[in-house]
């Protein structure tokens, strides 16, 4: 496995959105993470990102796939997101949808992901749509907090849900974590508060 040198540029276009998902395409891994930190709560992560055009959504999206363990490991979340201009006009908003056939769409690349068709997406509430803005070291989006309520299929407890994406040349970051919409309780985040950092890699 190689890490890749810095090559995305840093620099706002007239397509931010398309910009933006073109920074995210590629592999992704945080094993010199897993490495260096030696922490077993830390499982090793690959994230692959794929560029797509599809009349299944609006805006520039990329498919995600995330692995545990490596490129060969669980397959344990699928994800599409799409780009667009936020109402503002000072920010981007990220939609995030779900595959209705997932195992159906695991390895699809971007010719077979065009064909997907709106029914075979399932869109998340709107609350957790992520806002993206663009600062000194790139592009960071996030969920505004309190926004996102998922009731857990095992628990059946309502969670609000935080979570937060940045990219800057060929280092993208990861952190999510889930509280009791209730209580407040943490249920859940990234081991000690540190979010997952993920080197673009050519496997």
Known sequence: MIVLAASAALAIGPDPAGDLAQMLEGVW?????????????RPHLQVRHVAFESAAADGALIYAELRVGGPGGELYRQRVYAFDGAPDGTALTMGVWTLAEPDAAAGMEADALSRLAAGDLVRFDAGCDFIWRYGDTGW????EDGACRITSSRSGVEMIINAEFTIAEDRFTHSESGRNAETGEALFGPPNGAPNLYDRVDD
Request: hydrophobic share 35%.
């Open 29 to 41: 891994d945080n094993s010199a993470q897993v490495a260096e930190e030696g922490d077993p709560r």
């Open 140 to 143: 960071a989006g996030a969920i």
